[in-house]
């Protein structure tokens, strides 16, 4: 099993920036992508930015590419999102994702809210 535990979520006005935390623990060696999901009320869950964990290659949806940027302290076990230049539309709920040896593993989520 692996565990994710998010952190870093809060209300921020547009143009301003949040970085969110995934911390995970447990069974992490079966771990081969780690991904950022959104979930805005009434839409469905969108891929944000996602990290391949042998050899770290990023890629991003376009809505957010030159924005977000994910990284991972690899000896914290944790992956982040920095999340720049912040706009209403990036409101919802975050979620951390961990794919790996045929199981997906899902973190409780964390809210953004963007608003003046």
């Known amino acids: 099993q692996v565990q994710l535990v998010e952190s870093g979520g809060g209300s921020v006005q547009p143009g301003g920036s949040l970085r969110l935390s995934c911390a995970a623990s447990g069974s992490i060696f079966k771990i081969t992508i780690m991904r950022w ?3 805005a009320p009434g839409k ?3 891929l944000v930015a ?3 964990t ?3 290659s990023t890629n991003y949806a376009d809505s957010v590419k030159g924005r977000f940027t994910v990284s991972r302290d690899i000896a914290k076990n ?4 920095q ?3 912040l706009e209403p539309e990036d409101t919802a709920v975050y979620y951390c994702n961990a794919w790996g040896w045929g199981s ?4 409780q989520g964390t809210q ?4 003046s």
């Open 112 to 115: 953004v809210t963007v608003s």
């Open 78 to 81: 944790t992956v982040y999102l």
């Open 54 to 56: 042998t050899g770290g």
């Open 44 to 46: 469905q869950r969108e």
């Open 37 to 39: 999901y959104r979930q």
């Open 83 to 85: 999340m720049n230049s």
């Open 50 to 52: 996602s990290l391949i």
């Open 104 to 107: 997906d593993y899902w973190g």
